[in-house]
């Protein structure tokens, strides 16, 4: 994943609840948002994972800079994965502390 897809995701993150649109252009809540970001992330490492084991698969002679290259992004997806479920678990927290103080 370039710096620029990050970089993408995270202006959709921070500029939905300004302007009311979820990156699938229905109307929603910041926390769906910031869902939908995460999910969209986590879809493209998915497919990215996806298509260097086809890659693998498919050659017949895996060589080790395939294969570190797959592991690398293998470790991405569980980067990735981890900050999603600790930053929606935080959030989701907050929401609640906010909901039974108001």
Excluded at 43 to 65: C, H, I, T, V, W
Excluded at 70 to 84: D, G, I
């Amino acid at each position: 994943m370039s710096d620029m897809t990050v970089t993408t995701g995270l202006t959709t993150m921070a500029t939905a609840p300004l302007n009311n649109q979820r990156p699938h252009g229905t109307s929603g809540s910041w926390f769906e948002a910031l869902s939908d970001a995460w999910g969209a992330t986590l879809d493209r490492q998915a497919g990215k994972l996806d298509s260097l084991s086809q890659q693998l698969g498919a050659g017949g002679q895996d060589n080790p800079s395939q294969i570190t290259e797959l592991t690398a992004e293998a470790m991405r997806m569980s980067f990735l994965s981890n900050s999603s479920s600790s930053s929606l678990d935080s959030v989701g927290k907050a929401l609640e502390t906010m909901a039974r103080k108001g």
